[in-house]
């Protein structure tokens, strides 16, 4: 089985402060994704990453960054993070193919900004 | 662009009846269709997806769901349902050579005993 993990379940960070959240996958998927997921909004995509090195915004890239230096690790950043960043953060992988893949997720983290 | 519509927000059934979800989606060609569901703390685990073929997708925990291309649906379906189906439910759609899916708002289900 496809295994996503997230490096925390909880987050506190305090505004103003640089929020690095990591995400690792085991099956060496090419697409990676974050999501942020609040109520009555569902799943909104932030970045999306077909590659090492390459990325894509999603619908609310504003005030996340995101790195993926390595196939298996995608980490999203909060350059300055702000109280309305307070959300569940998901994140997951899935197979390039000449089809649409579905989406392994992780557990999530739910990051709260004081 | 592709969009996906929940009607509902939040359904509530008795144990042992049947349920139904609604999916109505937008989408300009053959879509790829999904249905996620999200128990409480956890990520989306993939109930079942539908490509082509066969109009009736048969997934996991005994749910089954229909694509009905003339009314933009994928209605989500199961015959009896348990307890531990109370969760949430996310429609998806993708186009067919892009990774990227579009969820829907999603639906709560509250199972009542």
């Known amino acids: 089985d496809v295994k996503v993990t997230q490096s925390s379940r909880y987050l506190v960070k305090r505004t103003g402060e640089k929020v690095f959240l990591e995400c690792v996958q085991d099956m060496d998927h090419e697409n990676m994704f974050w999501y942020r997921q609040d109520p009555g909004l569902g799943l909104r995509l932030i970045y999306f990453s077909y590659d090492v090195k390459m990325k894509e915004k999603g619908d609310i890239p504003e005030g996340y960054s995101v790195s993926r230096e390595k196939k298996e690790r995608f980490s999203l950043i909060l350059e300055s993070a702000s109280t309305n960043q307070t959300s569940m953060y998901l994140c997951a992988s899935s197979l390039i193919s000449n089809s649409n893949q579905p989406q392994h997720f992780g557990d999530g983290t739910r990051l709260s900004i004081l | 662009a592709q969009s996906v519509t929940q009607p509902d927000i939040h359904i509530t059934v008795s144990e042992g009846a049947s349920l139904e979800l609604r999916c109505n989606y937008s989408?300009?060609?053959?879509?790829?269709l999904f249905w996620y569901v999200q128990s409480p703390g956890q990520g989306l685990q993939l109930l079942l997806k539908?490509?082509?073929?066969?109009?009736l997708v048969q997934g996991i925990k005994g749910f089954e769901a229909e694509f009905k291309r003339s009314q933009s649906s994928f209605n989500l379906r199961k015959p009896s349902v348990h307890w531990s189906d109370a969760a949430e439910y996310f429609c998806a759609v993708g186009a067919w050579n892009a990774g990227k899916s579009t969820f829907g708002d999603g639906t709560t289900l509250t199972v009542k005993p």
């Open positions: 989408y300009g060609a053959t879509p790829y």
């Open positions: 539908y490509f082509s073929g066969d109009t």
